[in-house]
């Protein structure tokens, strides 16, 4: 793991090579006069081994804040690592944790590090959050998914972006492109002395510009329907998300993420338990779009 220091008080610690197995990976930490906060968690507790000495080594006692950029299972699984913190979080990730969290302790078992269990966020914000006395806040930034947010860190001048930048292209994970370009203007508006992304590590304002202008070509081609006649991940990927979203709105409270993933993949003779990288692979767009026509003509 190497350890880069970030400002005055923040620590970037990046999981490499065998230590990740997605590629290097980076969680924040800043060392507040009142509190701990460290921003995501990674795979499980043998991920937060070295993080967990870190905090001791510092030779203070202080309260631990962790704080999870979204609700993916890469982010959320290291918080079983630490002794009764106080989680933070999206109230939508709250909710995405309570719905997807078993399911995708199952779909991605191989890349758990040590015993996973999920822990839900103990305290959660709409659309602000600040810990006025140590200067850090967390701030609803939706894009990458519905529920993602950063924190920033107002004494340094650093923000932590989760997914919501990468090289060389965004991560989409949500169907409403408009809101993440939203979430991205704002970004490239901040008088920031660095931006930390969970997989890229430190990224640039030249990176959000280059992440807009691809998200703006993504705009155009679906709205003007160039991508529809392609049967692209991207393309299969924003048909899943836009009906799940609607299937989900129309079923309100009674809708079940893992009822919805069963009864789809089944639909396509595929097992709903893999990856949903594979998934798409193994299905055209069109194929999908007549399933997921057909289950929301069934809500």
Same mark, same amino acid.
């Given at each position: 793991?190497?350890?880069?220091?970030?400002?005055?008080?923040?620590?970037?610690?990046?999981?490499?090579?065998?230590?990740?197995?997605?590629?290097?990976?980076?969680?924040?930490?800043?060392?507040?006069?009142?509190?701990?906060?460290?921003?995501?968690?990674?795979?499980? =507790?043998?991920?937060?081994?070295?993080?967990?000495?870190?905090?001791?080594?510092?030779?203070?006692?202080?309260?631990?804040?962790?704080?999870?950029?979204?609700?993916?299972?890469?982010?959320?699984?290291?918080?079983?690592?630490?002794?009764? =913190?106080?989680?933070?979080?999206?109230?939508?990730?709250?909710?995405?944790?309570?719905?997807?969290?078993?399911?995708?302790?199952?779909?991605?078992?191989?890349?758990?590090?040590?015993?996973?269990?999920?822990?839900? =966020?103990?305290?959660?914000?709409? %659309?602000?959050?600040?810990?006025?006395?140590?200067?850090?806040?967390?701030?609803?930034? =939706?894009?990458?998914?519905?529920?993602?947010?950063?924190?920033?860190?107002?004494?340094?001048?650093?923000?932590?972006?989760?997914?919501?930048?990468?090289?060389?292209?965004?991560?989409?994970?949500?169907?409403?492109?408009?809101?993440?370009?939203?979430?991205?203007?704002?970004?490239?508006?901040?008088?920031?002395?660095?931006?930390?992304? %969970?997989?890229?590590?430190?990224?640039?304002?030249?990176?959000?510009?280059?992440?807009?202008?691809?998200?703006? %070509?993504?705009?155009?081609?679906?709205?003007?329907?160039?991508?529809?006649?392609?049967?692209?991940?991207?393309?299969?990927?924003?048909?899943?998300?836009?009906?799940?979203?609607?299937?989900?709105?129309?079923?309100?409270? %009674?809708?079940?993420?893992?009822?919805?993933?069963?009864?789809?993949?089944?639909?396509?003779?595929?097992?709903?338990?893999?990856?949903?990288?594979?998934?798409?692979?193994?299905?055209?767009?069109?194929?999908?779009?007549?399933?997921?026509?057909?289950?929301?003509?069934?809500?």
């Amino acid at each position: 793991m190497r350890i880069e220091e970030i400002g005055r008080r923040g620590r970037a610690f990046t999981f490499t090579g065998t230590e990740s197995a997605l590629g290097d990976y980076t969680v924040y930490l800043i060392e507040g006069e009142k509190r701990f906060y460290l921003c995501d968690t990674h795979l499980g =507790p043998r991920s937060m081994e070295g993080i967990i000495e870190y905090i001791k080594g510092r030779g203070v006692a202080k309260p631990l804040v962790v704080f999870l950029t979204h609700s993916d299972w890469d982010h959320i699984w290291g918080v079983c690592a630490f002794t009764k =913190p106080l989680v933070v979080a999206h109230e939508l990730c709250a909710h995405n944790i309570a719905q997807r969290g078993e399911l995708d302790l199952q779909r991605y078992a191989d890349y758990r590090r040590g015993d996973v269990w999920l822990v839900p =966020p103990t305290l959660t914000f709409d %659309s602000r959050l600040t810990f006025a006395d140590d200067q850090v806040e967390f701030i609803h930034a =939706p894009g990458h998914t519905a529920d993602s947010a950063l924190c920033h860190d107002r004494q340094d001048g650093v923000f932590y972006l989760g997914d919501l930048v990468e090289r060389p292209r965004p991560e989409i994970g949500w169907h409403d492109l408009e809101k993440y370009i939203d979430t991205l203007e704002f970004l490239g508006e901040q008088p920031a002395r660095a931006f930390v992304s %969970s997989h890229s590590g430190l990224v640039t304002l030249e990176d959000i510009e280059k992440n807009l202008a691809f998200l703006r %070509s993504c705009q155009y081609s679906l709205q003007k329907e160039g991508l529809q006649a392609e049967d692209t991940h991207l393309n299969k990927l924003y048909t899943l998300l836009l009906f799940e979203e609607a299937i989900a709105e129309t079923l309100g409270q %009674s809708f079940d993420y893992r009822t919805f993933q069963l009864r789809l993949w089944q639909s396509l003779d595929l097992d709903y338990l893999d990856t949903v990288p594979n998934l798409l692979k193994n299905v055209t767009r069109e194929e999908l779009r007549l399933a997921l026509e057909s289950l929301l003509a069934e809500c």
